[in-house]
Protein backbone atom coordinates (compact mmCIF):
# COMPACT_ATOMS: atom_id res chain seq x y z
CA UNK A 1 0.00 0.00 0.00
CA UNK A 2 1.24 3.76 -0.94
CA UNK A 3 2.48 5.71 2.25
CA UNK A 4 3.71 8.86 2.30
CA UNK A 5 4.55 11.24 4.64
CA UNK A 6 3.05 14.65 3.74
CA UNK A 7 2.43 17.91 5.09
CA UNK A 8 -0.81 16.58 7.08
CA UNK A 9 0.29 13.69 8.51
CA UNK A 10 -0.49 13.60 12.17
CA UNK A 11 1.97 12.30 14.86
CA UNK A 12 1.89 10.27 17.67
CA UNK A 13 4.13 8.85 19.41
CA UNK A 14 5.80 6.25 22.76
CA UNK A 15 7.39 8.07 25.21
CA UNK A 16 9.48 6.41 27.94
CA UNK A 17 12.79 5.02 28.47
CA UNK A 18 14.45 2.23 27.19
CA UNK A 19 12.04 2.38 24.10
CA UNK A 20 14.31 0.94 21.27
CA UNK A 21 12.98 -2.20 21.42
CA UNK A 22 9.23 -1.75 21.40
CA UNK A 23 6.94 -2.96 18.91
CA UNK A 24 4.67 -0.46 19.36
CA UNK A 25 6.19 1.95 16.42
CA UNK A 26 5.82 -1.58 14.48
CA UNK A 27 2.44 -2.22 15.07
CA UNK A 28 1.08 1.34 15.02
CA UNK A 29 2.61 2.23 11.34
CA UNK A 30 1.78 -1.11 10.13
CA UNK A 31 -1.89 -0.33 11.05
CA UNK A 32 -2.05 3.25 10.25
CA UNK A 33 -0.59 1.86 6.65
CA UNK A 34 -3.43 -1.01 6.30
CA UNK A 35 -6.23 1.37 6.82
CA UNK A 36 -4.84 4.48 4.89
CA UNK A 37 -4.43 6.72 7.32
CA UNK A 38 -1.97 9.89 7.61
CA UNK A 39 -0.44 9.41 10.64
CA UNK A 40 2.90 8.34 11.45
CA UNK A 41 3.96 6.81 14.93
CA UNK A 42 7.50 7.35 16.27
CA UNK A 43 9.85 6.83 19.60
CA UNK A 44 11.06 9.13 21.94
CA UNK A 45 13.44 8.23 25.29
CA UNK A 46 12.10 10.37 27.16
CA UNK A 47 13.34 10.36 31.13
CA UNK A 48 11.24 11.72 33.78
CA UNK A 49 13.20 15.29 34.20
CA UNK A 50 12.51 16.26 30.69
CA UNK A 51 9.43 14.80 30.59
CA UNK A 52 7.61 18.23 31.09
CA UNK A 53 9.59 20.12 28.27
CA UNK A 54 9.19 17.10 26.20
CA UNK A 55 5.41 16.85 25.95
CA UNK A 56 4.76 20.52 25.82
CA UNK A 57 6.68 20.52 23.26
CA UNK A 58 4.82 18.19 21.30
CA UNK A 59 1.09 19.59 22.01
CA UNK A 60 2.44 22.97 20.43
CA UNK A 61 3.75 21.29 17.59
CA UNK A 62 0.33 19.41 17.36
CA UNK A 63 1.00 16.33 18.07
CA UNK A 64 -2.61 14.44 18.57
CA UNK A 65 -1.51 11.86 21.40
CA UNK A 66 1.03 9.58 22.93
CA UNK A 67 1.38 6.26 24.68
CA UNK A 68 3.85 6.38 27.78
CA UNK A 69 5.39 3.41 29.01
CA UNK A 70 8.32 2.70 31.99
CA UNK A 71 9.10 4.95 34.20
CA UNK A 72 6.71 7.72 32.79
CA UNK A 73 3.16 6.30 33.45
CA UNK A 74 2.64 8.15 36.70
CA UNK A 75 4.73 11.44 36.44
CA UNK A 76 2.88 11.80 33.53
CA UNK A 77 -0.27 12.82 35.27
CA UNK A 78 0.35 16.46 36.97
CA UNK A 79 0.70 17.76 33.12
CA UNK A 80 -2.48 16.48 32.07
CA UNK A 81 -6.36 18.50 31.84
CA UNK A 82 -8.15 15.41 32.48
CA UNK A 83 -8.03 11.65 33.37
CA UNK A 84 -10.42 8.88 32.42
CA UNK A 85 -12.38 7.17 35.64
CA UNK A 86 -10.05 4.30 35.14
CA UNK A 87 -7.12 6.53 35.02
CA UNK A 88 -7.86 7.99 38.29
CA UNK A 89 -8.12 4.86 40.08
CA UNK A 90 -5.41 3.35 38.56
CA UNK A 91 -3.22 6.33 39.10
CA UNK A 92 -1.36 5.47 35.84
CA UNK A 93 -2.09 6.83 32.53
CA UNK A 94 -0.44 5.39 28.85
CA UNK A 95 -2.35 7.16 26.63
CA UNK A 96 -2.39 10.52 26.07
CA UNK A 97 -5.83 12.46 23.60
CA UNK A 98 -4.77 15.66 22.78
CA UNK A 99 -7.84 17.26 21.98
CA UNK A 100 -8.96 21.36 21.41
CA UNK A 101 -5.97 21.76 23.52
CA UNK A 102 -6.88 19.55 25.98
CA UNK A 103 -4.80 16.70 27.69
CA UNK A 104 -6.92 13.50 28.66
CA UNK A 105 -5.29 10.47 29.97
CA UNK A 106 -6.38 7.17 29.31
CA UNK A 107 -5.31 3.93 31.11
CA UNK A 108 -5.38 1.41 28.54
CA UNK A 109 -3.57 -1.36 29.82
CA UNK A 110 -6.80 -3.16 31.89
CA UNK A 111 -8.64 -2.58 28.54
CA UNK A 112 -5.99 -4.92 26.83
CA UNK A 113 -6.15 -7.59 29.42
CA UNK A 114 -9.87 -7.71 29.64
CA UNK A 115 -10.19 -8.05 25.91
CA UNK A 116 -7.63 -10.74 25.68
CA UNK A 117 -9.22 -12.69 28.37
CA UNK A 118 -12.56 -12.40 25.66
CA UNK A 119 -10.37 -13.61 22.82
CA UNK A 120 -8.95 -16.51 24.36
CA UNK A 121 -13.07 -17.31 24.86
CA UNK A 122 -13.27 -17.04 28.90
CA UNK A 123 -16.24 -15.14 30.67
CA UNK A 124 -15.48 -14.10 33.84
CA UNK A 125 -17.73 -11.44 34.40
CA UNK A 126 -19.49 -11.83 37.74
CA UNK A 127 -16.48 -14.73 39.00
CA UNK A 128 -13.62 -14.35 41.12
CA UNK A 129 -10.16 -13.50 40.15
CA UNK A 130 -6.68 -14.04 41.85
CA UNK A 131 -4.60 -11.41 41.31
CA UNK A 132 -0.60 -11.66 41.79
CA UNK A 133 1.21 -8.38 42.00
CA UNK A 134 0.23 -4.97 42.55
CA UNK A 135 2.37 -2.75 40.39
CA UNK A 136 1.20 -0.83 37.38
CA UNK A 137 -0.39 -3.60 35.20
CA UNK A 138 -1.92 -4.76 37.91
CA UNK A 139 -3.58 -2.25 39.28
CA UNK A 140 -5.08 -1.24 35.78
CA UNK A 141 -5.85 -4.85 35.29
CA UNK A 142 -8.20 -4.61 38.82
CA UNK A 143 -9.76 -1.11 37.88
CA UNK A 144 -10.81 -2.59 34.75
CA UNK A 145 -11.67 -5.85 35.63
CA UNK A 146 -13.53 -3.97 38.41
CA UNK A 147 -15.33 -1.91 36.44
CA UNK A 148 -16.17 -4.67 33.48
CA UNK A 149 -18.16 -6.80 36.19
CA UNK A 150 -15.90 -9.06 37.67
CA UNK A 151 -17.51 -10.25 41.18
CA UNK A 152 -14.44 -9.94 43.57
CA UNK A 153 -10.58 -9.90 43.25
CA UNK A 154 -8.05 -11.25 45.55
CA UNK A 155 -4.69 -9.46 45.35
CA UNK A 156 -1.71 -11.13 46.39
CA UNK A 157 1.61 -8.94 46.99
CA UNK A 158 4.59 -8.74 49.25
CA UNK A 159 3.95 -7.21 52.64
CA UNK A 160 6.58 -4.45 51.90
CA UNK A 161 6.70 -0.28 52.09
CA UNK A 162 3.78 -0.10 49.02
CA UNK A 163 1.40 -2.14 51.50
CA UNK A 164 -0.49 0.56 52.99
CA UNK A 165 -0.54 2.23 49.81
CA UNK A 166 -2.11 -0.62 47.79
CA UNK A 167 -4.78 -1.63 50.44
CA UNK A 168 -5.86 2.07 50.26
CA UNK A 169 -6.55 1.71 46.19
CA UNK A 170 -7.81 -1.84 47.30
CA UNK A 171 -11.02 0.10 49.50
CA UNK A 172 -11.25 2.80 46.99
CA UNK A 173 -12.02 0.06 43.82
CA UNK A 174 -14.30 -1.68 46.13
CA UNK A 175 -16.51 1.46 47.36
CA UNK A 176 -16.36 3.52 43.60
CA UNK A 177 -17.15 -0.15 41.78
CA UNK A 178 -18.83 -2.56 43.59
CA UNK A 179 -16.91 -5.49 42.97
CA UNK A 180 -15.06 -6.59 46.40
CA UNK A 181 -11.44 -5.96 46.33
CA UNK A 182 -9.20 -7.44 49.17
CA UNK A 183 -5.50 -7.71 49.95
CA UNK A 184 -3.34 -10.18 51.23
CA UNK A 185 0.36 -11.48 52.41
CA UNK A 186 1.70 -13.14 48.92
CA UNK A 187 3.19 -15.39 51.32
CA UNK A 188 0.21 -16.59 52.92
CA UNK A 189 0.29 -19.50 51.49
CA UNK A 190 -2.87 -21.45 52.66
CA UNK A 191 -5.01 -18.17 51.90
CA UNK A 192 -3.52 -18.14 48.09
CA UNK A 193 -4.85 -21.73 48.32
CA UNK A 194 -8.22 -20.99 49.23
CA UNK A 195 -8.77 -18.29 46.86
CA UNK A 196 -7.37 -20.12 44.09
CA UNK A 197 -9.78 -23.10 45.09
CA UNK A 198 -12.43 -19.97 44.55
CA UNK A 199 -11.68 -18.53 42.05
CA UNK A 200 -12.50 -18.61 37.59
CA UNK A 201 -8.95 -17.24 36.79
CA UNK A 202 -5.52 -17.02 38.56
CA UNK A 203 -3.51 -13.53 36.55
CA UNK A 204 -0.22 -13.08 37.42
CA UNK A 205 0.89 -9.39 36.65
CA UNK A 206 4.32 -9.95 39.10
CA UNK A 207 7.47 -10.01 37.42
CA UNK A 208 8.05 -13.79 38.51
CA UNK A 209 9.04 -15.70 35.57
CA UNK A 210 10.10 -13.24 33.17
CA UNK A 211 13.35 -13.43 31.15
CA UNK A 212 15.97 -13.76 32.21
CA UNK A 213 14.42 -15.72 35.44
CA UNK A 214 12.53 -18.05 33.63
CA UNK A 215 12.87 -20.79 36.50
CA UNK A 216 10.74 -18.89 38.24
CA UNK A 217 6.60 -19.12 39.28
CA UNK A 218 4.55 -17.37 41.98
CA UNK A 219 2.93 -19.89 42.70
CA UNK A 220 4.39 -22.13 45.98
CA UNK A 221 2.85 -25.96 45.15
CA UNK A 222 1.28 -26.12 41.64
CA UNK A 223 -1.60 -28.54 43.45
CA UNK A 224 -3.35 -25.36 44.41
CA UNK A 225 -4.24 -25.13 40.41
CA UNK A 226 -7.33 -26.77 39.92
CA UNK A 227 -8.22 -27.78 36.14
CA UNK A 228 -11.30 -25.23 36.55
CA UNK A 229 -9.01 -22.43 36.71
CA UNK A 230 -7.93 -20.40 33.56
CA UNK A 231 -4.33 -19.42 34.25
CA UNK A 232 -3.45 -16.40 32.85
CA UNK A 233 0.19 -14.79 32.44
CA UNK A 234 0.97 -11.28 31.66
CA UNK A 235 4.67 -11.86 30.78
CA UNK A 236 5.49 -12.27 27.28
CA UNK A 237 8.85 -13.26 27.43
CA UNK A 238 9.08 -16.16 27.72
CA UNK A 239 5.90 -16.80 25.77
CA UNK A 240 4.83 -19.53 28.31
CA UNK A 241 6.68 -18.92 31.70
CA UNK A 242 6.91 -21.73 34.38
CA UNK A 243 3.81 -21.29 35.66
CA UNK A 244 1.78 -21.46 32.40
CA UNK A 245 3.43 -25.02 31.90
CA UNK A 246 2.49 -25.86 35.54
CA UNK A 247 -0.92 -24.91 35.25
CA UNK A 248 -0.95 -27.05 31.76
CA UNK A 249 0.17 -29.96 33.83
CA UNK A 250 -2.41 -29.54 35.89
CA UNK A 251 -5.15 -29.37 33.04
CA UNK A 252 -5.70 -25.73 33.81
CA UNK A 253 -6.22 -23.65 30.17
CA UNK A 254 -3.52 -20.94 29.59
CA UNK A 255 -3.11 -18.05 28.28
CA UNK A 256 0.45 -15.50 28.33
CA UNK A 257 0.45 -11.51 27.64
CA UNK A 258 0.69 -11.08 24.34
CA UNK A 259 -2.54 -10.21 23.35
CA UNK A 260 -2.80 -7.95 26.14
CA UNK A 261 -0.29 -6.25 24.50
CA UNK A 262 -1.79 -6.13 21.73
CA UNK A 263 -4.92 -4.57 22.72
CA UNK A 264 -3.96 -2.15 24.82
CA UNK A 265 -2.77 -0.66 21.26
CA UNK A 266 -5.47 -1.25 19.97
CA UNK A 267 -7.43 0.73 22.44
CA UNK A 268 -4.67 3.43 22.02
CA UNK A 269 -5.60 3.47 18.53
CA UNK A 270 -9.12 3.65 18.42
CA UNK A 271 -8.72 6.62 20.99
CA UNK A 272 -6.50 8.37 18.36
CA UNK A 273 -7.74 7.55 15.21
CA UNK A 274 -11.64 6.57 16.21
CA UNK A 275 -11.21 3.94 13.74
CA UNK A 276 -10.56 -0.42 14.83
CA UNK A 277 -6.82 -1.12 14.37
CA UNK A 278 -7.20 -4.37 11.67
CA UNK A 279 -6.53 -6.55 14.50
CA UNK A 280 -5.83 -9.60 12.07
CA UNK A 281 -3.29 -8.31 10.06
CA UNK A 282 -1.51 -7.00 13.13
CA UNK A 283 -1.80 -10.01 15.04
CA UNK A 284 -0.83 -12.57 12.17
CA UNK A 285 2.30 -10.06 11.42
CA UNK A 286 3.98 -9.29 15.14
CA UNK A 287 2.10 -11.33 17.52
CA UNK A 288 2.05 -14.98 16.31
CA UNK A 289 2.09 -17.28 19.66
P1 LIG B 1 5.87 -3.07 38.39
O1 LIG B 1 4.99 -1.88 38.48
O2 LIG B 1 7.31 -2.92 38.71
O3 LIG B 1 5.26 -4.21 39.35
C1 LIG B 1 5.91 -5.42 39.57
C2 LIG B 1 5.09 -6.29 40.52
O4 LIG B 1 5.79 -7.53 40.65
C3 LIG B 1 4.92 -5.72 41.92
O5 LIG B 1 3.63 -5.94 42.38
C4 LIG B 1 5.92 -6.52 42.75
O6 LIG B 1 5.47 -6.83 44.01
C5 LIG B 1 5.93 -7.85 42.00
N1 LIG B 1 7.19 -8.57 42.25
C6 LIG B 1 8.42 -8.28 41.75
N2 LIG B 1 9.32 -9.16 42.21
C7 LIG B 1 8.64 -10.01 43.04
C8 LIG B 1 9.02 -11.13 43.83
N3 LIG B 1 10.28 -11.55 43.87
N4 LIG B 1 8.06 -11.75 44.55
C9 LIG B 1 6.77 -11.33 44.51
N5 LIG B 1 6.36 -10.27 43.78
C10 LIG B 1 7.28 -9.62 43.06
O7 LIG B 1 5.82 -3.71 36.95
P2 LIG B 1 4.59 -3.78 35.91
O8 LIG B 1 4.72 -2.70 34.92
O9 LIG B 1 3.33 -3.91 36.67
O10 LIG B 1 4.95 -5.15 35.14
C11 LIG B 1 4.80 -6.41 35.76
C12 LIG B 1 4.97 -7.51 34.71
O11 LIG B 1 3.96 -7.40 33.74
C13 LIG B 1 6.29 -7.46 33.95
O12 LIG B 1 6.72 -8.79 33.76
C14 LIG B 1 5.92 -6.84 32.61
O13 LIG B 1 6.71 -7.28 31.55
C15 LIG B 1 4.50 -7.36 32.43
N6 LIG B 1 3.65 -6.45 31.63
C16 LIG B 1 3.00 -6.95 30.55
C17 LIG B 1 2.18 -6.13 29.79
C18 LIG B 1 1.47 -6.69 28.59
O14 LIG B 1 0.94 -5.90 27.79
N7 LIG B 1 1.39 -7.99 28.44
C19 LIG B 1 2.00 -4.78 30.15
C20 LIG B 1 2.67 -4.29 31.29
C21 LIG B 1 3.51 -5.14 32.03
P3 LIG B 1 5.35 -5.88 45.29
O15 LIG B 1 4.15 -5.02 45.04
O16 LIG B 1 5.15 -6.83 46.38
O17 LIG B 1 6.63 -5.10 45.36
Redesign the pocket.
Known amino acids: MNFEITGKTKLTALLGSPVAHSISPQMHNEAFRQIGLDYIYLAFDVNPENLKTVVMGLKTAGICGFNLT?PL?VHIIPLLDELTPAARLAGAVNTVIIKDQQMIGHTT?GI??MR?VSDAGYHIIGKKMTL?????????ICVQAALDGVASIDIF????N??DK?NAFCTQVTSETGCVVRLFD?ENHSLLAKSLSESAILT???????APDIS?S?IPDITMLHKDLIVSD????PKETLLLKQAKKQGCATF???????Y?GAAAFSCWTGKEMPIEIIKKKYFSN
Open positions: MKDGYSLGAGGAATAKRKNSWVINATNLGMCPIIYNNGLYMLLQ
